[in-house]
C-alpha cells in the first residue's frame, strides 16, 4: 500500500478561521511532509517531520502550525490566512529523510481563502 | 543553490507515438538523486522514474525511461508508445537532501487521439 490521504479534498474558509487539514499514511514511513502548490505551479516545500520532531521549516509564516500526532498522522493548522494563501497543499512520506528516499504524495487539500 | 529548469512549458504528441521531456539542473554536488514526477489533471502526483546519480545506467520504467547525462547536467524523460492516460503535468526533480527537493517548472503534457 503506497498511499498517503488527505481530508478534506477541498476546503474554503475566510480569514477570521481556524481549520485544520490532516495527512495519514501506514507504510511505516518516519518522514513526513507538507508542500504548497500554487496553480500552474510546482511544489514548494513547507515542513519536514523526521520521527514525529520538526526538523524542517522553511520560513513559513506561523499562521501555518504543523503538527505531528504519531508516525501515521501529520496536521496542518490554519489560523488568520490571507487569500494569497490559496493553493494545493500538498502532504507527502518517505521510508526516512534522506536524499534516496522517493517521497509519496497525496491527492492534496485545495483551500480556497476569502 | 541548486535549480532545476524545464524548457518546455507544454508538449503534445499523438497517441502510439513517442515523446521526450527535457530537463537540466544546476549543482556542485556530487551525490544526488533525481526524479520525475506525473501529476494528471485534479489527480494526486505520482512518481515516474528516478535516477540515482552515482549510476551510469539510465533508469527504466516500462515505457518511461530517462537519459542521463551527469557531466552535461541533463535528465530528459523519454515517453514510447505514447496512451491517452499520459496526459498530465509532468515535474523534473533534484534531491540531495531531505530540505533540498527542488522541482522544475513543469511540462504540461498532451496525448492526442
Known amino acids: 500500500d503506497t498511499e498517503v490521504t488527505q481530508t478534506p479534498k477541498h476546503l474554503v474558509m475566510g480569514m477570521t478561521n481556524k481549520k485544520s487539514l490532516k495527512c495519514e499514511q501506514h507504510m511505516g514511513h518516519r518522514a513526513m511532509y507538507w508542500y504548497k502548490q500554487k496553480a500552474k505551479k510546482p511544489p514548494e516545500l513547507m515542513f519536514v517531520?523526521?520521527?514525529?520532531?520538526?526538523?524542517i521549516n522553511e520560513s513559513v509564516p506561523s499562521r501555518f502550525s504543523p503538527e505531528c500526532p504519531n508516525s501515521s498522522l501529520l496536521n496542518l493548522h490554519l489560523h488568520a490566512l490571507q487569500p494569497e494563501d490559496s493553493a494545493l497543499y500538498l502532504c507527502?512520506?518517505?521510508?526516512?529523510?534522506?536524499?534516496?528516499?522517493?517521497?509519496?504524495f497525496g491527492p492534496g487539500t485545495r483551500l480556497l481563502v476569502l | 543553490a541548486q535549480t532545476v529548469t524545464q524548457s518546455q512549458p507544454e508538449m503534445s504528441v499523438q497517441e502510439a507515438e513517442t515523446v521526450t521531456l527535457s530537463c537540466t539542473y544546476d549543482?556542485?554536488?556530487?551525490?544526488?538523486?533525481l526524479f520525475w514526477y506525473k501529476q494528471p489533471p485534479s489527480r494526486q502526483m505520482i512518481l515516474v522514474i528516478r535516477?540515482?546519480?552515482?549510476?551510469?545506467q539510465n533508469a527504466t520504467e516500462n515505457r518511461f525511461s530517462v537519459n542521463f547525462q551527469k557531466a552535461a547536467k541533463s535528465f530528459s524523460l523519454k515517453i514510447s508508445d505514447s496512451q491517452l492516460g499520459d496526459t498530465a503535468m509532468y515535474f523534473c526533480a533534484f534531491m540531495r537532501g531531505a530540505n533540498d527537493m527542488r522541482f522544475g517548472a513543469g511540462t504540461r503534457l498532451t496525448v492526442k487521439p
Open positions: 535516477q540515482e546519480a552515482y549510476k551510469q
Open positions: 549543482t556542485s554536488e556530487n551525490n544526488y538523486y
Open positions: 507527502a512520506s518517505s521510508q526516512d529523510v534522506g536524499s534516496s528516499e522517493t517521497q509519496y
Open positions: 517531520y523526521s520521527y514525529e520532531k520538526l526538523s
